[in-house]
């Protein structure tokens, strides 16, 4: 039954080189289990506090007068936390079981071995700009309304793939905006892990400072940095987990975090309600908010679908083209079965949203599974069980996630955030620096996206630059349509909102 659905023969493989790279493959993208909870907890802002209570000397305790504002606020805070909670459980689960469901998917419709889970800058741009607050760049949408804008981008995505039109955009998108564009993320992603780790911190005179690296929290995020690195340098398969863990266990050593429980089981299936499961899964499942989503205003309801749907696409193929090379599964420099490798992202992309969490593509890192041999789907579904088997090791995922420093630091998985950032920039020796009209726009796109902390505007300012100097050097019309079409919609918003 194993030969006739996946043709291992035919493939030159057999079951234990499958196992072994299936295995493979999760341990090199399990960190997703500990840091998506991390980032898409921000899509959650607490309630702000009241400017008379924000007046008081810290440390002189509450007038009468202001006491009943005070209670208020507190129990305001107590229902922020305990949403938060249930959101950090219902994405944790969200995870493990959109990953799963989107592997079998590769596994069974397409016959690959590409893992797929929540990508990495996905879930910062649903986080950080979609979610963010209006007045600081954000489009200020609910973390609901974001789900519906990422669970339709993905079904844009499906309709694409059985019309034939992906191709076409990915090809639309000049080179060099593409290799800024995550080169950017990247810088986002590291920017997002110095401040979890305390490394970098606000500084009134310039903004960003340095942060106290005689703390507790900044000395683990170096340690688990410099083990991380050394690590990847000796090429150890896993070395993001195994940081991570091994940063973890100092972390306990300092009693910067507590044990929560080793393993979650729940007493009734139906339910899954213990007191190590986690239990608030229920709240993220089915709650896009599409009416919300529909009453936002229509240019930054497109903008915030195209760019879902750009960076799937774009991670998607790269990570098909790429690990498809290294697998030797290429034919005259096509993927064959990109269609169906394709809808099955696109799916993923479906099926996670409704359970609750941002973007599920294609992981780069399933070339390290292929490196370990796999060459068929049954790779996939071995990474499938593990991630399914991981909603049992919760306890663990929640600890290691533990926010310290009142919630503003987490110095465990601050060191894989600026590693998963510094291995992005790869891309940026693909631009054309020596071509002007390429490579400022470029590099506009990167600086933009991380200093105003957003990846909307960094592609907005990339594409408008972009149109702005070719026309102007008399190549306007070798410009693709949806570059156009793309820059007119971001002049339109910041016409419209130029402060937000």
Known sequence: MVERLFKLRANGTTVGREVRGGIV????????????????????????????????????????????????????????????????????????VGSAVACLLMAFLANYPFALAPAMGHNVFFAFTVCGLAGSGGFGLTWQEALAANFASGAVFLLLSFVGLRQAIMNAIPEGLKYAIAVGIGFLIAFVGLQY?????????????????????????????????????????????????????????LTLMKRQGWIALPYDLATFETRAWPSGWRSTFAAMDFAGLGSRGFVDLVIVIFIFLFLDLFDTVGTLIGVGE??????????????????????GTVVGTVFGTSTITSYIESAAGVAEGARTGLANVVTAVLMLAGLFAY?????????????????????????????????VTKIRWEDHAEAIPAFLCMVIMLFSLSIADGIAWGFISYCLLKVVTGKGRHVPAVV?????????????????
Request: some cysteine.
């Open 25 to 96: 493959t999760f341990l090199t993208l399990s960190y997703i289990l500990f840091v998506q909870p991390a980032i898409l907890e921000n899509a959650i802002h607490a309630p702000p506090k009241p400017e008379a209570l924000a007046a008081l000397v810290p440390g002189q305790g509450v007038p009468l007068d202001l006491q009943s504002l005070q209670t208020e606020y507190d129990a305001a805070m107590a229902r922020h936390k305990q949403d938060v909670d249930n959101f950090r459980d219902g994405v944790f689960v969200a995870t493990c």
């Open 197 to 253: 780790g305390g490394l970098v911190v606000d500084n009134p005179a310039v903004l960003v400072g340095r942060g106290n690296l005689a703390s507790p929290v900044a000395l683990l995020t170096l340690a688990g940095l410099a083990i991380i690195s050394v690590l990847l340098a000796r090429r150890v398969r896993g070395a993001l987990l195994w940081g991570i863990l091994l940063t973890g266990a100092i972390a306990a050593g």
């Open 326 to 347: 290294r697998a030797g599964m290429l034919v005259d420099g096509k993927l064959p079965r990109a269609g169906r490798a394709l809808f099955s992202d696109a799916a």
């Open 395 to 427: 306890p663990v995922v929640a600890m290691f996630g533990q926010a310290v420093g009142g919630g503003a630091f987490h110095p465990v998985l601050a060191p894989v955030l600026i590693v998963v950032g510094s291995l992005m920039m790869v891309s």
């Open 484 to 500: 156009y079409v793309v820059a007119a919609l971001a002049l339109v918003r910041y016409v419209v909102r130029p402060f937000a």
